[in-house]
Structure formats: structure tokens, C-alpha cells
């Protein structure tokens, strides 16, 4: 149920940083030439810009384009013609012919995202991921930020993604993440907006009621049918007339939300699907001839893995390996387990047992063992309690043996 949350905790300085037009940012560090002109991003390879054989490059133009596709965002030159992200790229090319179409490169985009979040961290390390050009930062320990509302840490920050990147990106500072997601659209592209709550009425209430975030199209259609059109129209309702409307918990939500209200804290961490360890050898290795060598870095893969998932307090229920061979083919294999586990003993067998289901004739490139189905320790239901000391030495079991000495190929019921 949503509650507001009891007293106001003590001050707070949140940042919310989002790239400029971001794909179409790192596009134009490739392709500088089109700087300045309307520029989409949403075609399919054959859109590839062609090298002439005067060095000049070619460029794909929306007006040549036929197809479904969308266009997934544009340049602000484009987007003074009418052209935004989510249009169907034919609708766009009759709005703008002559824009430049150019492909998707999600790769390229992912590795400036791992850029400008890496550049942020160094700064502020308390960051909330929220998608690929996009974070949340908490301020409030950043030593010195609180001085001046924000605005010098502000600056460093667009700085600092500027060196890493080159890209510029917009940056909204106040008390919480409601607040300065609004404000980080404000004053786009290249802004830095630092709002406090007496900016409310002037700045946040204009905003249509659907920029919120939370106020989906549903929610912003039946508060259009009720006149309430912007963030201020929500703020000048009646509460009581909101919950009658729209629900006691999103009635409430909605009356806190216009009047700036929210407490949700930047969370740092997200759950990781999967943890894997891997390691290419400097020559080929055959499970054969190179047994032992091929055995050694096998369990050191597996000591490994379960030194990272006891780091970060997981246990898996689901050990996989991979394996590339000298002909760069790749296959993996995973096992599922009766309990989770962080013990290497237990990796290592699984991880043998995946190993016997592969053909092992060619020459192996690369070994990985991976970590899955993974659970928080302190989130597993009961721990299983040790077993109780053997009190007759006869039916004692054989002492394991060492690590180091388990077979390539495992017995799961050694
Ligand atoms: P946004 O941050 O929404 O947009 P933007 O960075 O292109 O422009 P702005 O300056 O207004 O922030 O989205 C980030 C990227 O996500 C965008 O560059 C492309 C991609 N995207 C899509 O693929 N489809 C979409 O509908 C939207 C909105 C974005
Ligand atoms: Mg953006
Ligand atoms: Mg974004």
C-alpha cells in the first residue's frame, strides 16, 4: 500500500542524469560531418553510411526509406522538424525527407553507457542505474555538494561525462528523485536545473500531468476527463476528490506527487543473474593430453566463482560451463542442482559433471563456469544445519578428497 512515508528524513540532494538525444550523440562523434543537421537513427544495416572513393562518406536520407521500422531518437535538428523517438520512420521521412538516416548500433551505445556511468561513479559513487542513457545519483554525502544546492557538483559531473565521452547530458538537482527527473527535462539538451521546493508552483506545475512519472496514459486521460490537465491542476484538487476517483493508495500518491512529495531512496544495486569466471588459455589445451593442466585451471575457474558469490552473499542452484574450441565454436552445458550452493567442492563436481556431456575431441580455447539461478544467502529460507558429527567411526564417511585432486570428470555421487 502506498504510504508517504512518516516524518520528512533530513535534507537530501538527488541528481537525475540523462544523455542528450543519446544515440544519435554517439552517431555524430563517428560521423562529426553531421553536426547541425537533422539526423535519425532507426535503420537497418543497409543504411550503413558508404565511403566514397574520395574519403567523403554517402549518407542514407529518410526520404529513400521504405519500410515498418521506428525511428528509436533523433538529432534536436530533427526533432524541430516533428520527427521523435517511437515515430514510424515512413511517417517520419514526410515530415523530414532530407534527414540523414542512420543504423542502430546498440553495442556502441552500450559501451558510452558503461563510459559515462564509470565517469559519474568516480565523482558519486551512489548511483541507481535506470536504463541505458540514464541514473539516478545520491548527492548527499558528496562532500561540499549541499553547499550551493548542488550546482558545483553539478558542473563536475557534466564535466566529467564530457572528458569520458564527449556527449553532453542534462542533470536535475533537488531533494528527490520525483523532482529531479522532472528537472532534468527542463532546461535539455546541455542543462543543469537545480530545483527546491518553492520551484514547485513555478517550474513543476505547468508540466502536462503525463510527464510524471507513474501518470501513464490511462491515468492521464481519465484526469483530462476530469479537468485536471497539469501537475498544478492535480495540486489544486481536493485529495478526498482524487481518492474517490482514482483509489485511496494512487488518490494519495497523485496529491503527494504535485505537491513534490517523495521519499524513494536511490538503490544502488540490482540483483546480478548470473556470476561467471572464465579464462582464455595461451595455447590450446586437450582434455586428454593436457589432463592435468586442463584440471588445475578448471578448479581454480570453480575457487574462484566461489570466492565472488560468497563476496557479494550469493548461493546458485544452477552450475553451467562454456567452452570454446580451436575452431572458435562455443558450447555450454549447465546442471541444476538439489540446493543452492557456494561451496567450490560442489561447483567443481557439477561443473565436471556438465563436462562429460560434451565431446572433448578438439582443442580447447577458452573455459568458463558459470553461476546461475542465484539467491541471496540472507534471503535462502532455512539454512540446512551442519550434520551432526559421526559418533561411530565405522560408518564414517571417507574424508573428500582435496580440491585439487577431484577428477576432471566428476561423479556427482562420489
Ligand atoms: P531518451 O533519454 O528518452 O531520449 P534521448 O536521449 O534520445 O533524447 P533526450 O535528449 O530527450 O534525452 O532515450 C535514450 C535512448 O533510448 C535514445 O537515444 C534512444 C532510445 N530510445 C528508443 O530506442 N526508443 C524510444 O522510444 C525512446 C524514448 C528512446
Ligand atoms: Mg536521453
Ligand atoms: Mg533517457
Sequence with gaps: MYSPGAASPSRRLIAHLDMDAFYASVELLRYPELRGLPVVIGGGRRHQPETLADGTRRFSKLRDYTGRGVITTSTYEARALGVFSAMGTMKAAQLAPDAILLPVDFDEYRRYSRMFK?????????????????????????????????????????????????????????????????????????????????????????????????????????????????????????????????????????????????????????????????TTFERDLHAVRDRAALSAIFTDLCVELAGDLARKGYASKTIGIKLRFDDFKSVTRDLTLPAHTMDARTIRRAAGECLKRIDLTRRLRLLGVRAGALAKISELVAPLPPPPPPTDTRVRAEEPAPLYELPLFAQMDS
Design 118 to 278: 564509470a565517469a559519474v561513479r568516480e565523482i558519486a559513487p551512489k548511483i541507481e542505474d535506470r536504463g541505458i542513457d540514464e541514473i539516478y545519483i545520491d548527492l548527499t554525502e558528496v562532500p561540499g555538494a549541499l553547499d550551493d544546492a548542488g550546482r558545483a557538483i553539478g558542473q563536475r559531473l557534466k564535466d566529467a561525462v564530457f572528458a569520458a565521452t564527449g556527449l553532453t547530458c542534462s542533470i536535475g538537482i533537488t531533494p528527490n528523485k520525483l523532482l529531479s527527473k522532472l528537472g532534468s527535462e527542463l532546461d535539455k539538451p546541455d542543462g543543469l536545473t537545480l530545483l527546491g521546493i518553492d520551484d514547485i508552483p513555478a517550474r513543476i506545475w505547468p508540466l502536462a500531468a503525463r510527464k510524471v512519472n507513474g501518470i501513464g496514459p490511462k491515468a492521464s486521460e481519465r484526469l483530462a476527463g476530469l479537468g485536471l490537465h497539469t501537475v498544478g491542476d492535480i495540486a489544486g484538487a481536493d485529495p478526498a476528490f482524487l481518492v474517490q476517483h482514482f483509489g485511496a493508495n494512487y488518490g494519495r500518491w497523485l496529491h503527494d506527487i504535485a505537491h513534490g512529495r517523495d521519499e524513494r531512496e536511490v538503490v544502488t544495486h540490482s540483483e546480478p543473474v548470473s556470476i561467471s569466471r572464465e
